[in-house]
């Protein structure tokens, strides 16, 4: 489960955020928001996917660049309300 | 008054985290109007020193132009200082009614509303005409000020790739069940002066019967043949539904911004835009001035020529110098450096020669981009152009990077 969930999440960033002739690799501990992968604007998409993906609400105080700085980081987060 | 302790250092702590994470600015002082050649005390305290200005958004060279002065001056005798009011009691003057005329007949709109800047025209525009149930659909570089203004809005916020028009469609797909999809884009986008395909995005509007709009900033007044902006450049004129643009760049530099497009979109920003309502009035001197500036651009385009000839010809030169730039054709030239230090250090450098420019790096631009933003007026002579790439190029040969490219300069430097 934590492994299909991982690989949904490193499919959707790679393809909404890597250029197609990117070589860069996304692995689950990749920093992507301080990495500059993903800036905080487009963040609001990556938390409306993961919502739309999983039938769940992530409240905004909780969707902080934090929280979505790696895959392992957002996997914590989806858990913690899909299991809610 | 409770400024306790504790509040006190917390905000002395977070000035702290800003200085050693590097981000902290200073400004500098400028004892001279603005102009291809200014008066800066740099550092602070020091003598001041006649230097080369690169990065002012003065692109006409309009902003201390003596017939522009002199209609600010008129402005102020006929109309006064300031009107103390919001523009719906008692703060819009004949001539507020005529520059927004004006403006419309210049970008080929139907219809415009000037704002205090164009921060706040974008901070009003989205709120004012979609909601919950529509859908922006944004470019991923687009200006720091329409993500705010799109932050106050409650539809829904999806973007796309910079400047990827299959990224773009597939996000139209994504959205049709919405009622309204608005797309949104810079014109010209400000950190590497390249522009939106405004072309194509127009055809991908009509397509999937989505709305247009556009942020001019670093277009209006020199863009397209007749410098109406990107529209112009594109080929798109009249098909725009809304344009944001600034008085504050191109068109005099002083202050000001504007709504222009679709009769509807402009009567419901003059009647509900939060900005707009509650802010004073654009001051006289201001709106004098820039139907001024209006005027001369619409009697001749020397001045966009000339800057396009400027543009040209330094781009060239500083390509022909060895140094690595972004390619285009707009007067925003980027100097790729890639690394944060380096731009500093060569940015320092270049001040010692006489040359006023800035190092922009992360979070400003992407993580290992960073560069100097030089900004081509038409208020240069050659001779100033020709300096600065002279500077540049002793500068380079210092750091040696002159004819090296991107992976090479890393390779020296690091991202």
Do not use: W
């Amino acid at each position: 489960m934590a492994e299909d969930l991982k690989r949904v999440i490193i499919d959707y960033i790679k393809k909404e955020y890597l250029d197609e002739d990117s070589d860069e690799e996304i692995t689950e501990d990749t920093k992507l928001i301080s990495g500059g992968i993903v800036d905080s604007f487009s963040m609001v998409s990556l938390k409306m996917f993961l919502e739309k993906k999983f039938h769940i609400k992530i409240p905004d105080e909780k969707a902080t660049p934090e929280a979505f700085d790696s895959v392992n980081n957002i996997l914590t987060l989806v858990k913690e309300f899909v299991h809610s | 008054m409770a400024y306790a302790e504790n509040t006190k250092s917390h905000f002395a702590d977070e000035l702290k985290s800003i200085r050693t994470s590097g981000l902290y600015k200073e400004e500098r002082y400028i004892g001279s109007p603005q102009a291809a050649r200014i008066t800066v005390e740099y550092p602070e305290g020091a003598a001041p020193r006649e230097v080369i200005n690169l990065c002012a958004n003065n692109y006409l060279g309009l902003s201390s132009h003596p017939e522009v002065l002199e209609a600010a001056r008129k402005g102020l005798e006929s109309r006064g200082f300031g009107l103390s009011s919001v523009r719906f009691i008692c703060g819009t003057q004949d001539i507020h009614r005529e520059l927004e005329q004006r403006l419309s007949e210049f970008l080929g709109t139907e219809d415009t509303v000037l704002f205090p800047s164009c921060m706040e025209a974008n901070a009003g525009l989205f709120e004012v005409l979609l909601d919950k149930d529509d859908a922006m659909i944004a470019d991923r570089l687009v200006h720091a000020s329409i993500v705010d203004g799109m932050r106050l809005c409650k539809a829904q916020l999806y973007n796309y790739k910079h400047s990827n028009m299959a990224h773009l469609e597939e996000k139209l797909q994504e959205t049709q069940g919405c009622r309204f999809r608005m797309i949104i884009t810079d014109g010209v986008f400000s950190m590497d002066g390249d522009i939106a395909k405004l072309d194509e995005i127009c055809v991908l509007a009509e397509k999937y019967n989505a709305l247009v709009v556009v942020d001019d900033s670093h277009a209006s007044g020199f863009l397209g043949k007749r410098g109406r902006g990107t529209h112009e450049h594109c080929g798109v004129l009249g098909k725009i539904d809304a344009i944001t643009t600034t008085l504050g760049k191109a068109l005099g530099g002083a202050a000001g911004g504007c709504v222009s497009g679709r009769k509807e979109i402009v009567e419901l920003c003059r009647q509900r835009a939060r900005p707009y309502l509650f802010s004073n009035t654009v001051p006289p001197v201001v709106v004098a001035a820039t139907l001024k500036v209006l005027e001369l651009l619409s009697r001749s385009t020397e001045r966009r020529d000339k800057l396009e000839s400027n543009t040209k010809y330094f781009r060239e030169q500083i390509t022909k110098a060895g140094i690595d730039i972004r390619e285009g054709v707009h007067p925003i030239v980027p100097i790729m450096l890639y690394n944060a230090k380096l731009a500093q250090d060569f940015a320092r450098d270049l001040y010692a020669e006489g040359i006023y420019v800035v190092g922009f790096f992360f979070p400003v631009v992407p993580q290992g981009q960073a560069r100097i933003r030089v900004q081509i007026s038409a208020d240069h002579e050659r001779q100033h152009l020709d300096k600065a790439v002279a500077a540049f190029a002793k500068v380079g040969a210092k750091y040696n990077i002159l004819g090296k490219k991107k992976d090479e300069i890393i390779t020296l430097y690091g991202a």
